[in-house]
């Protein structure tokens, strides 16, 4: 993780119509950018954007978008308590679910041999499985009374687990049966905001909270906290994101709540990096607006490189690679998405969703990008200019109104 390569190069444009991509259009071209803060020869590639689709968001943020390689179909949650789904290459929009009575809070293609679901949880207390074919509900998982669903996971030895993550508990189920085997509620004071399985050790769960924790379980066997929980971590501040990174993904980002950043490695629990000025830090690498939150990090297992995407109020967004060099622990903007959204950035899915490739070399697409403003963003490497397939939702061009709508902020 000590370098990250050459910087990739991205750019943008937007589709004419809903149902087909633009013909003859070529996108502008990028630009390279040195900031006079950054201290390195590493250069940005800047993004523009032209022409628009629809999308029939209306006014909902877009809080999440997933993707499934298998069935072609882009997902995204949105603030009314929906998922929607559409083309990835053209942006034609293919259906909806609807049953959620509370916000969705992590949705997901992760069930086990099954590329048609996708999987939702909520702020309603349950966790459900829809089919992305016919659009209908097929599995519900509820917590119990007055519980909310923060996060969920698959995993465990035998791939039939289910975790989640609740109000100060983490649920379990065998996905087979939906029979629930554990509720680990001794770990965690407050709100579980994060479950996740290791990729490489899928027995080890990990979970992270508003209270500053992040555990380590074992679900092999019987499983009860007294003798599966392995370690504990303490962030000491609420934590929003985990991930894990690394050659053998022995590494865990942890990102809270007042924006700070802090590397571990999760086996022998020692923290490795605490950067808690990273905001001041990402500013001073690019010399565009201030940095004024992170939407969540990359990583890239052919490059070893691990990237925070750090994001403006006006919807510019940034991936700054991260070093451990306490000195130097984020690098100069590597990419630069401007032009796109108008607003918070809430969800950034690289195209190539797996740890597997580097950014932008996944078919000539960068990724998408989701926000308050209503948008989704569609954005391609022009290392393969005759490819267009990048697009972006114009559901905000004619707006003239200013949004009122507050930022969704659930801690």
Known sequence: MEGCGEPPAVAAMEVEAETSPCVGASPPAASNSQSPNSGSNVSSRRLGLKNSIQTNFGDDYVFQIASCQENSTLAVSLSTNALKFY?????????????????INEISFSAPSSPQVICSCSSDGTVRAWDTRSFKQISLLRGGASQEMFSFSFGGSSGNLLAAGSNSQVLLWDWRNSKQVACLEESHMDDVTQVKFAPNQPS???????????????????????????????????????????????????????????????????????IEDARSMATDRWNLDHVDYFVDCHYSLPDDCLWLIGGTTAGTLGYFPVRNDPAQAIGSAEAILEGGHTGVVRTVLPAASTHQSGLGQHRGIFGWTGGEDGRLCCWRSDEIAEINKSWISSSLVSRMQKRTKSRHQPY
């Open 87 to 103: 083309s990835p290459a053209t942006g034609q929009y293919l259906g909806e679910c609807t049953g959620h009575g509370g916000t």
């Open 204 to 274: 080890k769960l990990i979970s992270a909270a508003v209270d500053g924790l992040v555990c380590v379980f074992d679900t092999d066997g019987d499983i009860d906290e007294d003798s599966h929980l392995l370690s504990v971590m303490n962030a000491e501040t609420s934590v929003a994101r985990v991930g894990f990174f690394g050659n053998t993904y022995q590494k865990l980002w942890c990102l809270t709540h007042i924006e700070t950043l802090s590397i571990w490695d999760w086996n022998d629990g020692t923290r490795e990096l605490n």
